[in-house]
């Protein structure tokens, strides 16, 4: 298996599992969650999307050098959400101090792919 074919199968799982937990989050946290919370939810549904859209891109460009922008922004795309949803299922604080480096790197992510490109 090429390595833009495990990346593009590992974003698959991840885009299954952010439909499957924005539906959840549609529906069966709205009881157990404040509308502020439920916001931020989407936010993490809604940013682990995004990026595994942006990797399935470049996993099908399957140009090599990119493919660790799209594990940077995979990486950081769980980081980002999953820091959330913790905290918001287990009422554990100290996982939003996660998220900002699920942020970082994310924007790293962004960066590799713009450096990777021009200098190509």
């Known amino acids: ?6 990346l593009l199968a590992v974003a698959a799982c991840l885009g299954a ?4 937990l924005g539906a959840l989050g549609g ?21 682990l999307m995004w990026h595994v859209l942006a990797a399935v891109a470049i996993a099908l460009a399957a140009r090599e050098p990119l493919l660790s922008a799209a594990w940077l922004m ?3 795309g769980v980081l980002f959400s999953f ?3 913790g905290w918001l299922l287990l009422q554990f604080r100290p996982l939003v101090f ?6 970082l790197v ?15």
């Open 98 to 103: 996660v998220t900002p480096v699920g942020g």
């Open 17 to 20: 599992l952010a439909v499957s």
């Open 27 to 47: 529906h069966a946290m709205q009881a157990r969650l404040s509308a502020e919370q439920l916001v931020t939810w989407e936010t993490a549904t809604r940013y």
């Open 1 to 6: 298996m090429s390595p833009a074919s495990v």
């Open 106 to 120: 994310m924007i790293a992510g962004w960066l590799w792919l713009v450096w990777q490109t021009l200098s190509n």
């Open 74 to 76: 995979l990486i950081g």
């Open 83 to 85: 820091s959330l949803y």
